[in-house]
């Protein structure tokens, strides 16, 4: 087991709550994980099941009205930031704590320079000149492989590429080597060349620099390449917590099953390819609404009575590997 | 860029002459002429010393013959003279320009200071009690004509201090002369401010969903640079438009105003001047304010390439 300092960030049941006209929503429940340095976590799931409201949630930048985290704990290198107040906070995020979102095309501001978006993410933090300040900015535009970064660092946002764009994005996150880098889904508006590029960018600096890494997506092809470890989200659950090598190796979750069989396989040659691809039946339940047992056993072809009664609770299967469902140990079997 | 101001002037140019024409058009089709207004105020007609003052004044002759004698004047420079005060135009025109011209400036900077910051401030704290109070203020704003709202400030004045605030041609200071065109200009502003802010906050809580604004949160800014570093500088544009227009329209607003407020500018001087049919008058201080326009509007075109990089014009 790893040490006590070794942990970055301690997440225990963390709660988050939308307040909508249709009545009350738990996006985020009761969902914990901890991230080691230089570690990479990866938190998958289906639109809406709370990933990125986990993410927003980490760095309290959850919108609010309608929005609220309503309880658990998120300790960063020892502080437990729902405790801080907002003036405290500020001073976390971009610092200690930093994020990349998923639309790069949108995500910088179109009317500054992209070097003063970084110099401002590195000001606010830092108590230095602008001059230095431009001078790391440049220095962080040619870490993430920007060519030309000083000219680059005087063009605006729309002068670049979506690649480039997420590129300055990595750049202004890490530009005060926090200690804490969330993605959310960082690669899925790029072409897929480009989403290799920046995959690769973002654990190279994560190894360099020694940051935490939690990566938000829904690709578990991506989660394969990059985490070590992997958090399965199911209607604003946590179902699933694995290495990486034992949730490809045994999925404990029907859920997780399910998401592995949809990744389509390409046929080896003579192979006539599969007529249909996998699907898991049906949609996530809306949040409003959830089932009084499992979320997931309404889609679920295992789901026996106790599924709709009862909700499971995760349980460990050996080595860390949790998952929170009633029939965890005939998944392997049946699929 | 160059080949675009060339064009852009050259379009400008066109406008000022359809201006021009449209201007003296509508003078001519509107009935009776100086001469029809001062025999019909003598209560005695002779045709002939009719006759003989209608081509003393040149109205006589072909319409056509009078746009050019009109428009070659103006473009050498040479403005006529009043039929009523029968000194030269531009030295009835010029002196009250800048009577105007500080009245209309000073309702504009109003316009924008209180304008703009209340539009963040309703858009940020939108569906609060503060965001509800401020729209009702800027719908009456909408709502009230500014002759009226000066009327109500007079009156006001009136009940409260027993006098009427007067009109001071010649301010000493700096202080006397914002008291002299403060109130006539927040009167005229009011309406303006009001559009400012309606503009500014719905522009605002466009801007405010973007997902940059998410990342300037995420780097730790705070909520004032957030919303007036970040949103508002995009947030801006359409606020221009607006108070652009604004600057042109703010002339029919100006009308009433300086007439009820007496003030001796160039707005209430054009409606007098519209009553004697005095073709000089009107005719050089409408094109006036067709450039001032016309000016405005390039001015907020080439502001739009400030504010937003995207926006470039070239050739």
Redesign the interface.
């Known amino acids: 087991m790893a040490q006590k300092s070794d942990i970055v960030l301690e997440v225990k049941n963390l709660k988050t709550v939308f307040f909508t006209n249709s009545g009350l929503f738990k996006a985020v429940d009761d969902v914990s994980f901890t991230v080691k340095r230089g570690e990479t976590l990866a938190i998958v799931g289906e639109s809406g099941c709370g990933k990125s409201v986990t993410a927003l949630s980490l760095?309290r930048?959850v919108p609010d009205p309608p929005g609220r985290i309503v309880g658990g704990s998120v300790t960063l290198e020892g502080t437990d930031l729902l405790a801080l107040d907002e003036t405290e906070m500020?001073?976390?995020?971009?610092?200690r704590i930093?994020?990349i979102?998923q639309?790069p095309m949108?995500?910088?501001?179109?009317?500054?320079r992209i070097g003063d978006q970084i110099v401002?993410?590195v000001r606010?933090?830092r108590n230095i000149s602008s001059k230095e300040a431009q001078n790391i900015a440049v220095e962080m535009l040619r870490l993430v492989r920007i060519p030309e970064p000083a000219r680059r660092a005087r063009e605006?946002p729309?002068q670049l590429s979506g690649g480039m764009r997420q590129r300055a994005?990595i750049a202004?996150?890490l530009a005060c080597r926090p200690a804490l880098l969330i993605a959310d889904e960082p690669t899925t508006a790029l072409d897929v060349t480009i989403q290799a590029q920046i995959l690769a960018l973002i654990l190279d600096l994560q190894k360099e620099l020694g940051t935490g890494l939690v990566l938000i997506t829904h690709d578990l092809g991506v989660v394969a390449q990059t985490a070590q470890r992997v958090i399965v989200m199911y209607a604003g659950r946590k179902v699933e917590e694995a290495s990486v090598e034992a949730l490809f190796a045994a999925p404990k979750h029907p859920y997780t099953r399910g998401l592995m069989a949809s990744i389509p396989a390409v046929p080896a040659s003579g192979v006539p390819a599969q007529a249909r691809l996998n699907e898991i039946p049906g949609t996530v339940p809306s949040l409003v609404r959830l089932p009084k047992g499992c979320a997931f056993a309404p889609r679920c072809k295992l789901a026996i009575k106790r599924c709709e009664a009862e909700y499971p609770p995760l349980a460990d299967w050996g080595g860390g590997h949790l998952a929170a469902c009633w029939r965890a140990e005939e998944v392997a079997e049946v699929a | 860029m160059f080949a675009y101001l060339v064009r852009r002037l050259f379009l400008m140019l066109v406008t000022l002459f359809g201006i021009s024409v449209v201007i003296f058009f509508l003078l001519r089709i509107v009935p009776g002429n100086i001469v029809d207004i001062l025999f019909a105020a003598a209560g005695y007609v002779d045709p002939a010393d009719k006759a003989n003052l209608e081509k003393e004044l040149g109205i006589d002759r072909p319409l056509i013959v009078q746009y050019w004698h009109w428009i070659s004047g103006f473009l050498r420079g040479d403005f006529g003279y009043s039929y009523v005060s029968e000194k030269p135009a531009l030295q009835e025109i010029l002196p009250r320009i800048p009577i105007t011209a500080r009245l209309a400036g000073l309702a504009l900077l109003f316009s924008a200071s209180i304008g703009i910051p209340l539009g963040v401030i309703s858009a940020v704290k939108q569906g609060t009690r503060l965001d509800y109070a401020l729209r009702v203020v800027s719908l009456s704003g909408l709502s009230l004509p500014s002759f009226w709202l000066g009327l109500l400030i007079l009156t006001a004045a009136v009940a409260m201090f027993g006098q009427i605030p007067i009109f001071n041609p010649n301010p000493k200071t700096w202080l006397e002369a914002f008291a002299t065109y403060a109130v006539p200009a927040a009167a005229v502003g009011f309406r303006s401010a009001a559009l400012t802010m309606r503009i500014t906050r719905s522009s605002m809580l466009e801007v405010l969903r973007q997902d940059y604004i998410r990342t300037a949160r995420a780097k730790g800014a705070s909520d004032a640079a957030v919303n007036y570093h970040h949103a508002l500088k995009n947030a801006i544009l359409p606020v221009i438009t607006v108070i652009g227009i604004e600057a042109a329209f703010l002339i029919g607003g100006l009308i009433v105003t300086e007439t009820v407020f007496n003030i001796p500018g160039v707005a209430r001087f054009l409606v007098e001047a519209i009553r004697w049919r005095d073709y000089p008058i009107v005719q050089n201080l409408v094109m006036f304010i067709a450039v001032v326009v016309v000016f405005a509007n390039f001015t907020v075109d080439m502001l739009y390439a400030v504010f937003d990089p995207r926006i470039r014009y070239t050739d």
Do not use: D, I
């Open positions: 760095m930048l500020r001073a976390v995020r971009g610092n930093s994020m979102f639309e949108t995500s910088l501001n179109p009317v500054m401002e993410a606010l933090h605006y729309h994005m202004m996150a």
